[in-house]
């Protein structure tokens, strides 16, 4: 990707942004310290705002991670690493201000130099990164830069390219660079034009350097911050809004009337399983408030049939989908069981004991067996007996009347 970053615009969310969104990095910062650095383009001049830049970028790539290191070394007078990987920004700034100026780049010596110094970092958890200044004509060919740019690639070397100055010189070179080096977008060519007053830190801040600007490594969501790094920050702040939502269609009515745009859907690929599964069970609870709500503003109609879903291929389905789908279940028949009305649930639940005592009591087998089961109680004896005929024959007669009111409420 190749960006022209005229202004800073909104730089400083950008550059706050990017302190959250920075991978774990052994970055090496290569200046350029040519005569072509006395030229007064970019005010004061070239190596001041060179100079302030790489400052920056050093703060920024330290801030990004308590474990991050910076190392700076000059591609000219002596090519040489003036501090290697530390996470002590002091260090940094004291050595920029040691940097003399001279003789001309080696573009190609300064990186093997840098990928080097890249190899024995402390700990290979950090990612190699080299971010270049080029300010003056590079004299090595296209062919060179590119071979060199295969063997960083190789090694999974990112490099970052600030091109300023003698950028209409360079750019047919560092362009074939940048293609050949970039690997799963992580290298970048930021072009900076000189004249105004525009320092190179102002067209740093919002460039793919700093997780800004179309290319970046970082991805931003609507929300300010890559998915990608926190999906469960993600899922979190998407179920909020959903949920602020819903009380301001409950609080405003006529909002609520008007139709609703379709939900992005969520990104549930770096979640896990247990994870997936709390925000299908949430999504769900969600929708049955939805339609609870929806029911009771409406006018009345008859509910439409209810199909029985089919139930699936357990055989074919992974143990996450079957947990899944018996969390879907278990789900529908707590929605079903509340939707029924009050006076219904107190129906039916003053209807099954009665039931279960006519059951009881229509048992002449098993009013014997218990009756028998007392002591000094004879189930034989008459008198028990009459009783036990007296109730057969009185719920008998219930079952009759029973059936002569519904004849009549039928014939009315």
Do not use: W
């Given at each position: 990707h190749f960006e022209l970053f005229p202004s800073a615009g909104d730089g400083s969310l950008c550059h706050n942004l990017f302190l959250l969104t920075m991978p774990l990095e052994a970055t090496?910062?290569?200046?350029?310290?040519?005569?072509?650095?006395?030229?007064?383009?970019?005010?004061?001049?070239?190596?001041?705002?060179?100079?302030?830049?790489?400052?920056?970028?050093?703060?920024?790539?330290?801030?990004?991670?308590?474990?991050?290191?910076?190392?700076?070394?000059?591609?000219?007078?002596?090519?040489?690493?003036?501090?290697?990987?530390?996470?002590?920004?002091?260090?940094?700034?004291?050595?920029?201000?040691?940097?003399?100026?001279?003789?001309?780049?080696?573009?190609?010596?300064?990186?093997?130099?840098?990928?080097?110094?890249?190899?024995?970092?402390?700990?290979?958890?950090?990612?190699?990164?080299?971010?270049?200044?080029?300010?003056?004509?590079?004299?090595a060919s296209e062919k060179e830069l590119t071979d060199l740019a295969k063997r960083l690639k190789k090694n999974s070397v990112a490099v970052d390219v600030v091109s300023f100055g003698e950028d209409d010189v360079n750019e047919s070179k560092l362009e074939a660079f940048i293609n050949t080096v970039n690997k799963d977008d992580n290298s970048h060519l930021v072009r900076i034009p000189s004249g105004g007053n525009m320092s190179l830190s102002d067209g740093l801040i919002g460039s793919p350097i700093l997780g800004g600007g179309s290319g970046g490594d970082s991805q931003l969501n609507e929300f300010g911050f890559d998915p990608n790094m926190d999906p469960e920050l993600a899922m979190a702040l998407r179920i909020s809004m959903e949920e602020a939502r819903q009380r301001e269609q409950q609080n405003n009515p006529a909002a609520a009337a008007q139709p609703e745009q379709p939900a992005a859907p969520m990104e549930t690929d770096g979640m896990d399983d247990e994870l997936r599964a709390a925000l299908a069970l949430s999504l769900q609870q969600e929708s049955g408030a939805e339609s609870t709500g929806t029911s009771t503003a409406t006018t009345t109609s008859a509910p439409p049939a209810s199909t029985p879903a089919a139930a699936p291929d357990f055989d074919k389905m992974t143990e996450d989908e079957r947990m899944e789908w018996a969390l879907r279940m278990s789900m529908e028949n707590t929605m079903e069981t509340d939707s029924k009305p009050d006076d219904q649930k107190q129906k039916e639940a003053d209807s099954k004991p009665a039931e279960d005592d006519d059951e009881v009591l229509n048992n002449a087998e098993f009013l014997s067996s218990v009756l028998g089961s007392l002591p000094g109680v004879d189930p034989n004896d008459a008198q028990i007996q009459d009783i036990l005929s007296s109730l057969q024959e009185g719920k008998e007669d219930q079952k009759e009347d029973k059936k002569e009111d519904k004849k009549d409420d039928d014939s009315k």
């Open positions: 090496i910062v290569c200046l350029d310290n040519s005569e072509y650095m006395r030229n007064g383009d970019f005010p004061p001049t070239r190596f001041e705002s060179q100079r302030d830049a790489a400052a920056m970028l050093c703060d920024a790539k330290l801030q990004s991670n308590a474990e991050a290191t910076v190392a700076l070394m000059v591609m000219a007078k002596n090519r040489q690493v003036l501090a290697t990987l530390t996470p002590d920004y002091r260090r940094i700034l004291k050595k920029l201000h040691t940097v003399v100026l001279g003789d001309s780049v080696d573009f190609v010596s300064s990186l093997q130099i840098a990928h080097l110094a890249l190899k024995h970092r402390q700990s290979k958890e950090h990612k190699p990164r080299v971010i270049v200044f080029v300010g003056s004509p590079l004299s």
